[in-house]
């Protein structure tokens, strides 16, 4: 097998039996935010286009780039479909040309035939409205000799099935650097900002050496980011003057980590670089030296902002213009979804403020209606200062998903009194009839809470009230705090009360 890295996310996976283009990306993302880190422009995207198999794990635009599959990407490959109950992604992909569909089960095991044989496949699909834009996944490939699992941006709660399904993984790509906006964006500061993006890097690093460990890889891959921030006022998001507190840390870091813990298994990939594996023996090759970026990062940033200059400007000259209230287009768009989403609307259970430029919008989720301020209701407990030109873009655009087009671009300002609300960002990534319908019923299902672990002297539900991890695996206990370290999430234990969100209580109990 032999794996090349072809940017960020994207892997092209070459075998015997045929190939596997995996999450390509090369196109500024999330109004020209996010860039992908090291530059690979440089590819030979038509030669890696030429695929057997195409596997886009979901919709977030640093995985899906809808301009350089249509330009670049074969449209008789066949397409390695995840197995997610809102099929987005696939009409997605069929508007761009795509026609053959391999429909996988959620985590089991499939043989897909290709031109010089066959390969044995799996994908696990996340399915949850908080997994990427309703839905995540990873691929797990083997080809008889070599077993590579592609994990990018997901994160299982439950490895069993990958194991029982392969004897060994050989080679693990998986994300560990940030992919939020958060603590950027918030209006809170400077020291408490960069605390709590210290605590965020940390607990990145923790959850996939976690998965490191879970998947027990001969070899390790940091992938699936940071990005690179090239427009003069994004540039401070790079993590490239030693902020501890920066979230976007590179795979130096990572690779770091792992030695600290005694893995000497990761590898560094750029763009182009290649790894020849056959079992447990590698082979890597490189297209340049990759000490030219990392020992020189600030400069090759620099370049990189000069070369992609007109790119961005390009991309700004797309946005939309123009006069007048946003009120009417926004109840237009989000009255309608409030009015099928009771159970999301409730757990929001606020007015929240909306400032765009000289305006401000009130969601008004208990009334469910889209309205103007009243005098003297004060401050909104979680707002947004969104510039005009974003919000009538994504409403031109009839964008289902603020979430992967706003929120993820940085290019807004936030604050919120209290915890994080999760109901509010699901809303705000399921705007239409589909979306809120299914993510609504996701959150009105009662889940099985009933099985036990104990954890330093606690006795806790086996299930992370957020999204079901195993909190045998995921869970640390510091003091009367349980952290679930999959996405973060802090418990009281003496009481139940879950200190990052709204509900999500959590059984606990001392042992004596």
């Given at each position: 097998?032999?794996i090349t890295s ?48 195409l ?30 109950p ?9 508007h ?15 043989t ?37 699992f ?14 029982e399904?392969?004897?060994h993984?050989?080679?693990h ?28 890097r ?6 996939a050496?976690s ?27 790079n ?93 237009q768009l989000?009255e ?112 099985d ?41 802090q ?20 042992l004596?």
């Open positions: 097998m032999q072809v940017g960020h996310a994207g892997f092209h996976i070459r075998t015997t039996a045929g190939t596997i283009l995996c999450d390509p990306w090369v196109n500024p993302a999330y109004f020209g935010s996010w860039v992908p880190f090291p530059d690979n422009t440089q590819l030979n995207w038509e030669e890696l286009g030429a695929c057997d198999f596997y886009v794990s979901h919709l977030h635009r640093d995985h899906f780039d809808a301009e350089l599959l249509a330009e670049h990407v074969d449209k008789d490959a066949t397409v390695l479909l995840p197995d997610y809102v099929p987005d992604l696939r009409r997605e992909l069929e761009l040309g795509f026609h053959t569909f391999f429909e996988t089960e959620n985590s089991v095991k499939h897909v035939t290709g031109p010089g044989g066959d390969l044995d496949i799996m994908v696990i699909a996340l399915r949850a409205p908080a997994d990427g834009p309703i839905g995540d996944s990873a691929l797990a490939v083997s080809d008889g000799e070599t077993t590579c592609n994990m990018n941006d997901a994160r299982p709660v439950d490895m069993d099935a990958l194991h399904a392969f004897d993984i050989d080679i790509l998986l994300q560990y650097s940030g992919a939020i906006w958060y603590p950027m964006v918030y209006d809170i500061p400077a020291r408490t900002k960069a605390n709590f993006g210290k605590q965020k940390q607990r990145g690093m923790d959850r050496r998965y490191v460990e879970q998947v027990a890889a001969t070899w390790v891959v940091p992938s699936a980011g940071p990005p690179v921030f090239l427009d003069d006022e994004l540039r401070h998001l993590d490239d003057r030693g902020a501890e507190g920066n979230i976007f840390p590179d795979q130096h870091v990572f690779l770091q980590q792992m030695a600290d813990h005694g893995n000497t298994g990761g590898i560094l990939m750029i763009p182009g670089s290649t790894a020849d594996i056959r079992g447990s023996e590698l082979a890597l090759t490189h297209p340049s030296d990759p000490a030219d970026i990392f020992d020189n990062k600030v400069e090759y940033i620099e370049q990189m902002a000069q070369r992609f200059a007109p790119v961005l400007a390009a991309e700004k000259a797309t946005w939309a213009s123009g006069e007048g209230s946003l009120l009417e287009p926004l109840q989000f309608p979804i409030m009015a099928r989403s009771d159970l999301i609307c409730d757990g929001i259970g606020y007015p929240v403020g909306l400032v765009i430029g000289e305006e401000t919008v009130v969601l008004d989720f208990p009334k469910r209606a889209v309205r103007e301020p009243i005098a003297g209701e004060g401050r909104y407990r979680y707002g947004f200062r969104i510039a005009p030109e974003l919000v009538r873009t994504v409403l031109r655009d009839r964008e289902p998903d603020w979430v992967n087009t706003i929120f993820l671009s940085t290019r807004f300002q936030a604050w919120r009194i209290g915890g994080y609300n999760e109901y509010l960002y699901t809303f705000f990534k399921c705007l239409t009839d589909e979306r809120i319908a299914y993510a609504d019923g996701w959150f009105a299902e009662t889940h809470d009933s099985a036990s672990t104990e954890l330093d002297g606690w006795k806790v539900q086996r299930r992370c009230p957020h999204l079901k991890a195993d909190l045998a695996t995921f869970g640390v206990v510091e003091g009367t705090t349980l952290t679930c370290n999959l996405h973060g999430w418990w009281d234990l003496e009481s139940g009360r879950c200190k990052t969100s709204k509900g999500h209580t959590l059984r606990a109990t001392k004596d």
